[in-house]
C-alpha cells in the first residue's frame, strides 16, 4: 500500500519553504500550519488532522526553538525523535515538513525581539522569564516564513495560544489563528511532549492535574462562580493527591487572562505544577462547553 | 488640466487597506510602499518618486506615531497639515494615501512590541529611549496591513534605516527595503520636517552640520581613515560654528553600525546635535561614493 504521505516533501531553509508556499499560494491552494517542537503525540497528530481537514495543504514544522528555554530548563535533554516524528507525519498526510536548523530561523546576526507584555509576563511567563518572548518571536518568524491561511495550535497551551491570537491582531498579520481542544489519556492527562520524563509513581500522580480542574469546572457549572472558591475546590484534589509545588493555579478571563473574582462566562482555570522532576501545565475552560 | 493625482484613493483603516493590497497583488502589480509622519518636503516625495519608478502602485502613509515619542519630546507640536500633504501626493502620482487613526494601527488592548536590540538603544537610541521599539513596531504593522514589494526609506534616519534592513530580515518579512540618499537644500541641510522649528540665527547655524561631517568624508576620501581623527575633524567645525550640544558624533561601520577604529570602506559618520530648542541629525557615507 502506498500512503498519502510517500508524498511528503522536507524542506530545511527559508529559500525552501518561501518557494513551496508561493507555488501553494499561486495555485490558490490555502496553507494549514502547524508549529512544533517534535516529539510528536496523539495531541499534535489531532492538530494536523484539523488543519488537512480545514485547508489544501498543510506544513508542520519541528523546531526546538532555543529561545523559548530558560538557561536551567530541559532545552539541551528535550526528546527530539526526528525519523520518528517525519514518519508519523507522512502517514497522516501531511503535505510538507519544514525541519529548519537554528541558522534558518536566526540568521546571522540576529537580534530582533517580539513581546506580548503583560500577558507574556503573567501566569507561565513568571515562571519562565523570557519564554514568551521566544514564543511570539519564533511564531512570528514561522508565520512570515511559512505564510499560512490558518494556524492550529492546542488548547493545553492555553497562555500561549491567547498570546499568539493577540500577536497575530496586533501586529496586523494575515493568519486565522485555530485553538485545538487538549487531548487526553484515557486517565484524562493532558498528552504532552514531557509526559515521558514521568516516571511509573509520578505517572499516577500526575492525574490527579486534570482531576483537580476538573472539580472546579464541575462546581462551576453547578453555579459555583467566585474564583477563590474555584481554586481552592482545585487546590484540595492537588494537595490531597502529593502535588505540594504548585506553581500557580488560577482562575482568569478566558479572553484576556486577566483575573477576576467573579466567572459569569468565559473563564478558564489554569495550573502548573511539578512532579516530581517534570513540570506539567493543564487548564480547562469554564464556560459550559466540553473542553 | 486633470493631474494625475486626481485618481489617488484615501485609506482610513485595516480593512480597507487591506482589500486595495489585496486587489493589487491579485492583479499581479508590485506595491511600493513610504511610510511617513506627514509633514511632506522634498525628500519624502524623492522617496515617493523612486517608488512610483520602481513599482506598479505607490501607497504613502502618513501616520504620526506616539510610540516613537518620548515623553518630552515633540508628538504635541510635530507639524500635521494632511490637506497640504494630500494635495503635494496627487500632483505627483501617488496611488494611494493610507491614513489611519490610532485605533486602526493600535487596536483595543494591543500590546505587542518588536525591538530591534541593540542595535536600537545605540546613538539616537541612547538619546530617545524606546524610540526605536515604536519605529520598528509600527513599521512591522505597515508592512503587514500594506504589504509592499519594496519600501523606501530616507538614507537621512541612517539608523532608522539599517534597523529597518534588519527586522524584516531577522523576521524574514517579504519586502525590499531601498534607502534612498539624503535630498538637501542648496546649502547642504538636510531636508526634515522639524527644519520648521528653526528660527532664522539656528537655521543658519544648522548649515555647519552638513558641513563638518562633509569635511569628515572628504578627509576620508583623502586617506584619513581612523575613526577619531575622522570625528574630530567634524566636532572643531560644529563647535566653530557655535553648535555646542553635539549628542553623538560617531565614526561607524555602515552595515553593522558597530564602532570601528578604523574605516577601511563602508562607513558612516553619523550626528545629532540641538541647534536652539531643535533635534537635528544627518549623516554621510564613508564610501568614496557620492551620498
Known amino acids: 500500500m502506498v500512503s498519502q504521505g510517500s508524498e511528503m516533501v522536507t524542506l530545511t531553509d527559508r529559500a525552501a519553504m518561501h518557494a513551496w508556499s508561493m507555488e501553494q499560494r499561486q495555485e490558490g491552494r490555502r496553507i494549514g500550519f502547524v508549529p512544533t517542537m517534535g516529539a510528536l503525540h496523539a495531541g499534535h497528530l489531532h492538530l494536523v488532522k484539523q488543519s488537512l481537514a480545514q485547508t489544501d495543504r498543510t506544513v508542520v514544522s519541528i523546531f526546538v526553538n532555543p529561545s523559548q528555554f530558560g538557561p536551567k530548563e530541559d532545552f539541551d535533554r528535550y526528546p527530539r525523535v526526528p525519523e520518528a516524528d517525519r514518519e508519523m507525519l507522512a502517514q497522516v498526510g ?19 525581539t517580539v513581546a506580548v ?13 523570557g519564554h514568551f ?9 514561522l508565520f512570515n516564513l511559512v505564510k499560512p491561511d490558518k494556524a492550529f495550535f492546542g488548547l493545553k497551551d492555553y497562555q500561549q495560544f491567547v ?5 497575530v491582531r496586533d501586529l496586523g498579520m494575515d493568519v486565522v489563528v485555530v485553538g485545538v481542544p487538549t487531548v487526553r489519556e484515557a486517565d484524562g492527562l493532558a498528552m504532552s511532549s514531557r509526559n515521558r520524563y514521568l516516571t511509573g509513581e509520578d505517572r499516577t500522580r500526575a492525574v490527579a492535574i486534570h482531576r483537580a480542574i476538573g472539580a472546579a ?5 453547578a ?3 467566585g474564583s477563590a472558591r474555584l481554586e481552592a475546590i482545585a487546590r484540595r ?13 488560577s482562575v482568569r478571563s478566558a479572553d484576556t487572562l486577566m483575573p477576576m473574582k467573579m466567572i459569569m462566562t468565559d473563564g478558564v482555570i489554569l495550573t502548573a505544577v ?8 493543564d487548564n480547562v475552560l469554564l464556560t459550559g462547553s466540553p473542553s
Not at 469546572?217 to 457549572?221: D, I, L, M, S
Not at 511539578?274 to 501545565?281: C, E, F, N, S, W
Open 133 to 141: 518572548q521566544g514564543v511570539a518571536t519564533v511564531v512570528t518568524v
Open 223 to 225: 453555579g459555583e462562580k
Open 117 to 129: 507584555e503583560p500577558l507574556g509576563s503573567e501566569l507561565c511567563g513568571r515562571e519562565r522569564p
Open 163 to 167: 498570546i499568539i491570537r493577540r500577536l
Open 237 to 249: 484534589i492537588l494537595i490531597d493527591a502529593g502535588i505540594h509545588r504548585i506553581q500557580y493555579l
Open 274 to 281: 511539578k512532579v516530581g522532576a517534570t513540570r506539567l501545565i
Open 217 to 221: 469546572k464541575t462546581a462551576f457549572e
Open 94 to 112: 501531511c503535505h510538507a515538513l519544514f525541519y529548519p536548523d537554528v541558522a534558518s530561523v536566526y540568521p546571522e546576526g540576529f537580534q530582533t
